[in-house]
């Protein structure tokens, strides 16, 4: 039982460039999420999923795709890289009974240059 | 909307000291509140969960209680070790939605 996996770990990408941050859960769980950890500003919301097929914005979502096609797979999708974007990006997924306990990824950190 | 303040870091403590990490939130109805941890280059773990009111959470010598008549959530622990250094985040959550953060507090315990 792998929990929550996220690739790649570590990206370097160039400003304007596009890329996607793949994640994974294995419980089957139905909600998953996508949030960013910037320095001082804990995590915030850009994405989430509520199902294969349903997926709905977040608090930051400018600049970032999703779309979840299976139950267990949740790709974040860069479409411009902006260094703005910058940041440690963490994939989770919830038990969806209360008190809703998330489980997170090992997360990506992406530098933008 | 939901809102989570937590004490600012960074904590410094020596070995065997008494730890607070103090929360307090803000938010409609009974959230369930949380303490996650993560240890440098990892994700975050949760630490430690309460449900509702005077609901007491414990976990590896950690412990918080669910005080609604103050919205808060204080961390304790009666004797850190080096191995508890790490960054705390409080959190709360009303649905599957989402978690609500607080920005985190580092804490450093030396030998």
């Known amino acids: 039982n792998a929990g929550v996996t996220q690739t790649p770990k570590f990206q370097v990408l160039k400003t304007g460039q596009s890329m996607t941050l793949q994640c994974a859960q294995d419980?089957?769980?139905?909600?998953m999420s996508w949030y960013r950890q910037d320095p001082g500003m804990g995590l915030r919301l850009i994405h989430y999923?509520?199902?294969?097929?349903?997926?709905d914005q977040g608090e930051v979502p400018n600049g970032y795709n999703v779309s979840r096609s299976t139950t267990e797979d949740f790709p974040l999708r860069l479409l411009s890289a902006a260094p703005s974007q910058t940041s440690v990006y963490f994939c989770?997924?919830?038990?969806?009974?209360?008190?809703?306990?998330?489980?997170f990824g090992p997360g990506t950190r992406l530098t933008v240059t | 909307g939901d809102s989570v303040t937590q004490m600012e870091g960074p904590v410094t403590l020596s070995e065997e000291a008494f730890l607070t990490i103090n929360c307090t939130y803000t938010?409609?109805?009974?959230?369930?509140l949380f303490w996650y941890v993560q240890y440098p280059g990892e994700g975050l773990q949760l630490l430690l969960k309460?449900?509702?009111?005077?609901d007491k959470g414990s976990n590896k010598g950690f412990e918080a209680t669910y005080r609604k008549e103050t919205t808060s959530f204080h961390l304790e622990k009666g004797s850190v070790q080096v191995s508890d250094s790490a960054v705390y985040f409080c959190?709360?959550?009303?649905?599957?939605?989402?978690?609500?953060f607080g920005s985190g507090t580092q804490l450093t315990v030396l030998p």
């Open positions: 999923s509520v199902g294969a097929g349903i997926t």
């Open positions: 309460a449900t509702k009111a005077d």
């Open positions: 938010a409609t109805g009974y959230p369930s």
């Open positions: 959190a709360l959550s009303r649905s599957a939605r989402q978690l609500t």
């Open positions: 419980m089957n769980h139905e909600y």
């Open positions: 989770a997924s919830t038990n969806p009974g209360r008190p809703y306990e998330q489980y």
